[in-house]
């Protein structure tokens, strides 16, 4: 059913969080309809929207509803059912299809795609038992990170391994969810990653490099462009077409690398939707993620992007989010976004501040020196 989708139809989001408010906001500029599907009531997508289905993603008779219901639908995570998702298309169009959806959603799946394909990824081994767990080092080696197959974020459901002395009864927890993988620890220097867009016929809106920075496996800053060399540059610039292409790409996907001390690139991880590193976009380009999103899935031709000026994000996490509002009056450098999330827990996203600056390291320093981000 791959056609152009025009305002005056309704776009379906499974999903309610941040990234699909943003996905929401854009197609309601753009003159659709839209309508979330989300468990929690007063979602930060469905705030923006007109209207909510609460249910669980789980839940086909609502994902057939909403289907039903709309001209099209699209997701904001990627641990979508497949399957439901595939009876969903008899009854509206799915423009992302399902294949991105599945290689991603299974590191397995996902590894093994990027390593059958040539590019570049760290040298990892699977993992069922602690048995395996010492044939997998043997071939890894240390350092090395074990992750679950399936779910984790922000640090969740991995453990690093640095010597023999490695705690058996952490590896079996994490085993108990399923295979596991082990990856071995690339000697970083940085973590940077793509925002990649497409329409059904394979035109390509490409995001400059953008350079991430992690506390407690949490992203922290987001700038760019990326301080790297032209020829890593361009590197990641290229693999991140040829990831979309062989993935069918439509809508917005995100591919995270990894660039060694000696700036070999690896591929870390493959989002298939618009990503946290992306915010920034909103305000520094002249199209956003969201905007390339709702303009691949819908069909439309897909813009060059142009950069209009160096910029900086950083999250607000919930221990950071009352302070941060206190602090607006005296910061009009900041684009302050609050996703309306009701309750601020400890380490949760709950929104974040975009900074354009011609000096990007002076603007990291700012937020370095600001005790905001100490708590």
């Not at 969740?156 to 490695?166: A, E, H, P, R």
């Not at 450098?333 to 309750?343: A, I």
């Amino acid at each position: 059913m791959d056609k152009i989708h025009f305002p005056g139809e309704t776009i379906g989001i499974i999903g309610g969080g941040q990234l699909g408010q943003m996905m929401a906001q854009s197609a309601k500029e753009k003159g659709f309809k839209v309508i979330v599907l989300d468990p929690t009531s007063n979602s930060p997508a469905g705030q923006v929207s007109d209207e909510q289905i609460i249910a669980d993603y789980g839940d086909l008779g609502a994902i057939l509803k909403l289907a039903k219901d709309c001209d099209l639908i699209t997701y904001e995570f990627e641990n979508v059912d497949a399957e439901t998702i595939g009876k969903a298309k008899y009854y509206c169009d799915i423009p992302q299809g399902t294949k991105a959806l599945i290689v991603t959603q299974n590191r397995i799946r996902e590894k093994t795609f990027l390593a059958e394909n040539d590019f570049p990824v760290a040298n990892h081994a699977i993992v069922h038992s602690v048995k395996d767990l010492e044939t997998a080092i043997d071939k890894v080696g240390y350092p090395s990170i074990l992750k679950t197959v399936e779910g984790g974020y922000d640090g969740k459901g991995q453990m690093i391994l640095n010597s023999n002395s490695f705690d058996e009864d952490d590896a079996e927890e994490l085993l108990s969810y399923g295979p596991c993988i082990l990856e071995e620890k690339i000697d970083l220097w940085k973590e940077v990653s793509v925002v990649i867009s497409a329409n059904v016929n394979g035109e390509h809106s490409v995001f400059p490099v953008i350079e991430n920075e992690h506390r407690d496996n949490i992203l922290h800053t987001s700038s760019c462009p990326a301080d790297i060399r032209p020829e890593t540059d361009a590197e990641c610039i290229s693999i991140a077409r040829k990831i979309a292409s062989d993935l069918e790409l439509v809508g917005t996907m995100c591919i995270e690398f990894f660039i060694s001390k000696d700036h070999q690139v690896f591929v870390n991880e493959i989002a298939p939707r618009p990503h946290n590193s992306g915010h920034l976009t909103i305000e520094a380009c002249n199209v956003s993620q969201f905007d390339t999103h709702i303009l691949g899935i819908c069909g439309w031709p897909m813009p060059q992007v142009v950069q209009f000026k160096p910029a900086i994000m950083v999250n607000l996490l919930g221990q950071h989010l009352g302070n941060a509002k206190k602090q607006i009056i005296t910061h009009s450098e900041w684009y302050f976004h609050d996703y309306g999330k009701e309750e601020a827990l400890f380490n949760r996203k709950m929104g974040h501040i975009t900074i354009l600056s011609d000096d990007v390291k002076y603007a990291k320093q700012q937020i370095k020196e600001n005790s905001l981000w100490d708590i």
